[in-house]
């Protein structure tokens, strides 16, 4: 007698006959899909009971939740991914004590003043001293205004190497044409004449040409207009 493979496709599928279904599960009971196949449904138990004596029974966590992803790690160590309308935590129980609770939710701060900026000719290096940054090896830096320094043009998303917790470096994709430290940052300024649409931007060695799309993420108002997103060089 010949076999075949028959793969089940996802889902159960109750509004088809099964005369019309090919490969789909018509009727369950106690399954749950996970990655595409049928598993059974094997209930639950309190995360939270039987750590040892003392230890809590229950735990609070902020929001609604959505979806829990339980593992282990290549400690043996248990932990619980819980997703929710409050962000994305992790919780780890330990034996007697109350769980550590972890949240792994994108973090940023906003600095608009104070940072500093300095080059080496030659090199794509660019430190920036930024007082009101907490910064380390796992952060990225946003720059939202235009930043000339050493003949570069600073903009958009850059890995950064931490120094310190508020000085750090980026690498800026070419080498500095000069050596240069920049006290007070050199960013575009714009100006605007009366019964025009036209806006002057004035920006050290820009590099833009007629064509080209300028972005101003951060509203920016000047003779009493407020450019923000994309606009095309002229």
Known sequence: MPFQTVKLLPGVKILQTPTLLQANVCASNLIR???GLPEKYGGWSNFLVNLGTGGPSNV???GITRELC???DLNITNHLAI???AGLDVLTPTQGAM???QSIEAQYAITTSGAT?????GSPVVTIYDPGAQINNYSSVQIQSHVTVGGLVLFGGYSVSAITGTQYTINAGQNAPA???LGAPCVAAFATAANTELVTVTLAAHGMSVGQTFSIPLPTSVGGII???FYRVE
């Open 117 to 121: 900026f300095s080059t080496t000719a």
């Open 83 to 85: 997703a929710g309308s």
């Open 179 to 181: 050596t240069a430290y």
């Open 60 to 62: 609070t966590v902020g």
């Open 227 to 229: 450019l923000h997103v």
């Open 33 to 35: 899909w996970k990655g």
């Open 99 to 101: 769980p550590a609770i």
């Open 70 to 72: 339980a593992w282990t």
